[in-house]
């Protein structure tokens, strides 16, 4: 064989591992295998090779350890057969070496019987095994076939992990997506049921504030336990409640609760948002909060100075478009009304409009009204001389 094929100036062969599946990449079983030898003189090195073409391996010699890491990490290697001349502690780190860049390479001593513990300090050093060139050549190439079987298990068990690997990272993203599909199901069912069961607690209030104020068929009444009903959820607080008079701006009031403003002291601002807020809030559906009521006193003027640092609400009360009352809750800053009173007010008010101009169509229903069709026959009768006096006749129809 040409002396150029075996020097240490020989090209490395790509490596499929580096680089990419175009180049090299057919896989250990169907490609030839690859020896590198280091440590060998000509002639034991031509026996050596002679070896290892019968047992259909390629052969590579390298001059150094450098040379056979080189070529270990750039192109397929099998195997790494060193000469028996290379003592142990100088082929131990280029054990290493094969070990790091592939576990599938195993480094063989190659030489004479193993003699005063040889094989033990090989084997120590990162060896796999010995081969002894002066034993039977079947025995020789059953050694090698089997260094490189062990190789291919290796590759196997590796390619094995490596695909072990990929599943379990697809399987982990795959269970972080569901794990975050299944947070996001259990939320998103989470608020679903907080809306369902806000709405049925809600449902159930208005039920009972329903049930309550249906048995009022007077307005001081239905202005009473609809007060009294309110405190309850909003809890203690100064109160005032608006009834429309007979003209649009016109208002009076309705209903007072006390806690901690007496009525003398709040009676010039009753009468100030009797004026000028209602008529304002009136028209409109909205729930008016105002937590620093600086601006609201400066609007009125004097009169407001009982709501200095107040937590005020307003609203209307309507009912098919029309204002049945105007209700103004107030109380210190330091007991603010809770965000969630608002839904509750929204759900209440509309209860009570309702059963407020129910009231007010069974007040209007019974003003007497003396019948126009009654009449007519009354004046037709009245102008018959019937011999009696007409005032009979008024009682009698009456």
Known sequence: MDSGEHSSEHAPEPRAGAQGEGQDAARPEQRRPVAVCLGFDSVRFSQV???????????????????????MASSNVDLVLVGESVLPSDFAPLAAQARRIATAIKLLVVGDAPRDGRLLEAVRAGATDWIDLGADGDDATARIEAALELGREERRREERVSRLKGICRKLDAARTDFSERVDALCSDLSNAWTDVQGRLDEAAVVGEFRGLISQELDVEDLLRTAMQYMLTKTGATNAAVFLPGSKPTQFGLGAYVHYDCPRKQAEPLLARLASDVCPNLAPTDDIVRYADTGEFVAAIGADGTVLDDCDLIAFSARDAGECMAVFFLFRNREEPFADELAGLIDALKGAFAAQMAKLVRVHHRSKFAWPEAAADETDADAGEDTGEDPGEEWKRAA
Do not use: H, N, W, Y
Request: glycine fraction near 4%.
């Open 49 to 71: 090779e002679q070896m290892l073409e019968s047992a259909g391996i390629d052969c590579r010699e390298v001059a150094s350890s450098d040379a056979a890491v080189l070529q």
